[in-house]
């Protein structure tokens, strides 16, 4: 086993962070943010053009240049670091790997080289309306019209970038269980609402179907197995997320530490403050220990994936919302602006620590997960 970065995945990395600080930084999202759509279609396509970005999670075959969460990992960070609205979750952490997982040739040969290419916008929904997010079926049914194909017709709820996405994956309720099936999200028979949240910078919506058409994506039945597999995938990239969501917030603590005086020195040299910074770099390395350990296993361990992922996300979770609480205390009264970064990423932390599960819930997971 070797967590260490290779010089391929620092490259990736400093090319990823460079773009990002040029075409997405921070107020960038705040831009975006107030629009109805939080996401730039333009970086979304220079991401795959430019550096290939979403061809990390396709397969050769299909485009992309293989399976590799390790290395996808490293752009969660950036991409966490800047606060990067738009698709990268929805479609890198649940759609690609759903498909992947799905082993369905035809589906496989149909989307990802558009996700590959950055052509195309992914997601998936399962959750009905108040429904806890391990909930599957209720949103939606499917029936099979002879000689028509199948239609879909629900609500389904909270869909990540609903809004941006051109290809939504919906588990609906099938005759022979839970099943997946491929629904144009700008087709007829999707009505698509955003939903205002509290995290302003991650899009979700609801999708109301009526009569959706949709085409089935594996196996009828297999639904719950190829959300638990994305799932489990999507958690383990949240978390590399989370972790350069939270560097961020500890970075901007130290150096605003640094120049900030009171008493006629930096209030970096209290001894208070000192500990808040020393305690949140802790916290924050025990969570890129998890998380980076996490995206090993995707490839080298499999079998350990559904326990590390879940282990993974809460304590990334915990981390951001750590160090985004101590950023905005370390930044006194500025930090409690709107105009101040500090809030967007205590927003995003709160919105982190609830999505797919409260921690609470993962922990509970966590636990079943290993037969306590």
């Known amino acids: 086993m070797s967590l260490a970065v290779t010089t391929e995945q620092e490259d990736l990395r400093t090319a990823v962070g460079r773009f990002l600080d040029a075409r997405s930084p921070v107020r960038r999202a705040r831009e975006l943010m107030a629009g109805e759509v939080p996401h730039d279609a333009d970086v979304w396509r220079a991401l795959a053009a430019d550096l290939g970005v979403q061809g990390i999670g396709v397969p050769g075959e299909y485009g992309g240049s293989g399976v590799d969460v390790q290395t996808l990992a490293h752009v969660f960070e950036e991409a966490g670091r800047v606060l990067l609205p738009g698709p990268l979750l929805a479609t890198l952490g649940l759609a690609a790997p759903l498909l992947v997982a799905a082993g369905d040739g035809d589906a496989q040969a149909r989307y990802l080289p558009g996700i590959a290419a950055g052509t195309t916008v992914a997601t998936v929904g399962w959750l009905a309306p108040g429904a806890p997010?391990?909930?599957?079926?209720?949103a939606a049914t499917a029936v099979r019209r002879p000689g028509a194909g199948w239609f879909v017709d629900g609500r389904v709820a909270l869909v990540l970038d609903g809004l941006a996405a051109d290809l939504c994956l919906v588990v609906a309720d099938a005759p022979a269980g839970p099943s997946v099936f491929a629904v144009d999200a700008a087709g007829p028979g999707v009505d698509r609402r955003r939903v205002r949240a509290l995290d302003p910078t991650r899009g979700l919506a609801d999708l109301v179907l009526d009569g959706a058409p949709g085409t089935l994506v594996g196996e009828e039945g297999a639904g719950r197995a190829l959300l638990d597999a994305a799932l489990d995938r999507a958690c383990v990239l949240l978390a590399a997320e989370t972790v350069g969501a939270a560097q961020a917030?500890?970075?901007?603590?130290?150096?605003?530490?640094?120049?900030?005086?009171?008493?006629?020195?930096?209030?970096?040299?209290?001894?208070?403050?000192?500990?808040?910074?020393?305690?949140?770099?802790?916290?924050?390395?025990?969570?890129?220990s998890c998380a980076r350990y996490?995206?090993?296993?995707?490839?080298?361990?499999?079998?350990?994936?559904?326990?590390?992922?879940v282990l993974a996300k809460a304590a990334g979770a915990e981390a951001l919302f750590r160090a985004a609480a101590e950023n905005v205390q370390i930044h006194g009264g500025i930090g409690?602006?709107?105009?101040h970064d500090a809030h967007l990423y205590l927003k995003r932390a709160k919105a982190c620590q609830v999505l797919f599960g409260d921690t609470r819930a993962f922990r509970l997971r966590l636990a079943d997960r290993l037969g306590l």
């Open 249 to 288: 917030c500890l970075d901007a603590s130290v150096s605003y530490a640094m120049r900030r005086e009171q008493f006629g020195r930096p209030i970096g040299s209290f001894q208070a403050v000192k500990h808040k910074c020393a305690e949140v770099l802790v916290e924050i390395e025990g969570a890129r």
């Open 133 to 138: 997010w391990d909930a599957v079926g209720g």
């Open 336 to 339: 409690f602006t709107w105009e």
């Open 294 to 309: 996490a995206a090993w296993a995707c490839g080298a361990s499999p079998e350990e994936v559904p326990v590390v992922a």
